[in-house]
């Protein structure tokens, strides 16, 4: 008795279920992106640096901090919630990101002008002992 050959199609419906096997476990594999934790309290320097009315930007940490009125600051992600892109600055009481011209409100966060989609993360800030402290996540 001969041994069944596979035909044309069993061989390309497996090889098919094999591809879709490997494509959803590559999907389910590392990004490689890092993802933020929160770890308590950062410390980001003096709340005398951040001017009324403007901010500062701390690229390391990824946090923009605003005052937008005299002793009240706000912190905010510094990633651009359009592409990604750490914002450059505070000028003329907007936060401004310079990849595509997105600008976002010192007080909320929210997008003035886009392409920005939506508004920046907002996180909790205090002032201790004169220093910044920033909460992320």
Known sequence: MSEPVASRRTVLCCAAVALAGATAAGCSASTGKKTETSSGPVELG??????????????????????????????????????????????????????????????????????APKPLPEYPVSVQNGKLQVTKG
């Open 46 to 115: 003096a709340a005398s640096e951040v001017p009324v009315g403007g901010g500062k930007v701390y690229r390391e940490q990824a946090v923009v901090v605003t005052q937008p009125t005299a002793g009240e600051y706000k912190a905010f992600s510094a990633k651009c919630t359009h592409a990604g892109c750490l914002v450059n600055g505070v000028v003329k009481e907007q936060i401004q990101c310079l990849c595509h011209g997105s600008r976002f409100g010192i007080s909320d966060g929210a997008v003035q002008d886009g392409p």
